[in-house]
């Protein structure tokens, strides 16, 4: 069997997909394009990070969906940063909140807690 990296694919489901945009293109400094709804009976709004299909890692969206609540799931998804304080740092900027600063996890480098402006938990993770 070939081993494979098990995250393939992401969703961070919001309550206003404006805001979510906001805080997730300020605290990383990128610009999310829209994706159309998979399933035009039951349309979704969608967000996409910016990905490379040739790089290592996976890509995901800002997902609105009618009757779906965010903030009250327990999967957290860490976004890869070359220094985490960096984006950290922009955080309460886009009107998120520091669940937990950067902190050392041993010899995988470091991580940070944050919450968006739509009640998710991210991480963020650095090496350094």
């Given amino acids: 069997m070939e081993m494979k990296n098990p995250v393939g694919w992401f969703e961070i489901y ?16 990128l610009a999310l394009t829209e994706l159309l709804s998979p399933t035009p ?9 910016p990905s490379d299909m040739k790089e290592f890692g996976c890509s995901g969206a800002l997902v609105y969906m009618e ?11 860490y ?3 070359a220094d985490c304080k960096v984006e950290e740092d922009r955080v ?22 944050v919450v ?4 998710n938990m991210i991480g963020l993770h650095s090496l350094k």
């Fill in 41 to 49: 009976e039951e349309p979704l709004q969608m967000l996409a990070f």
């Fill in 14 to 29: 919001v309550d206003d997909i404006k805001r979510a945009q906001k805080f997730y293109e300020t605290v990383f400094q």
């Fill in 79 to 81: 976004f890869s940063c």
């Fill in 92 to 113: 309460v900027g886009a009107n998120g909140t520091i669940f937990k600063p950067k902190m050392a996890i041993g010899e995988y480098g470091f991580v940070s807690l």
């Fill in 67 to 77: 009757g779906f609540k965010s903030g009250a799931n327990s999967t957290i998804v």
């Fill in 116 to 119: 968006d402006t739509e009640g």
